[in-house]
Nanobody, 124 residues
Framework: QVQLVESGGGLVQAGDSLRLSCAAS??????MGWFRQAPGKEREFVAGISRSGGSTYYAEFGKGRFTISRDNAKNTMFLQMNSLKLEDTAAYYCAASSLWAIVTTPSAADFGSWGQGTQVTVSS
């Protein structure tokens, strides 16, 4: 089992950058991912990364703007978000999976452990 704690959210203006962190404890060698959920919308996949960090996968809206990475020595995963848009406003969650093979877009059901979320608000 792994415990996950996100941090780094906040209020930014459109075009700004933000870096989210996810600290993991317990058993930490999982495939990891970021999801987000805006009010009234379903939770959607943002980006994922393999156990080693050698493979990554992005939702279309994040390609070219978001970068996922991890530091296994520090049991921490990151999401660097650049050129933020109003539509990026959401609660962002990190998650761990022992099922997802990083070859197709996953669903939330593929991830068994979740953090509590960190809010990202982008204003104009």
């Amino acid at each position: 089992q792994v415990q996950l704690v996100e941090s780094g959210g906040g209020l930014v203006q459109a075009g700004d950058s933000l870096r989210l962190s996810c600290a993991a404890s317990g058993q930490t060698l999982y495939t990891m991912g970021w999801f987000r959920q805006a009010p009234g919308k379903e939770r959607e996949f943002v980006a994922g990364i393999s156990r080693s960090g050698g493979s990554t996968y992005y939702a279309e809206f994040g390609k070219g703007r978001f970068t996922i990475s991890r530091d296994n020595a520090k049991n921490t995963m990151f999401l660097q978000m650049n050129s933020l848009k109003l539509e990026d406003t959401a609660a962002y969650y990190c998650a761990a999976s022992s099922l997802w093979a990083i070859v197709t877009t996953p669903s939330a059901a593929d991830f068994g452990s979740w953090g509590q979320g960190t809010q990202v608000t982008v204003s104009s």
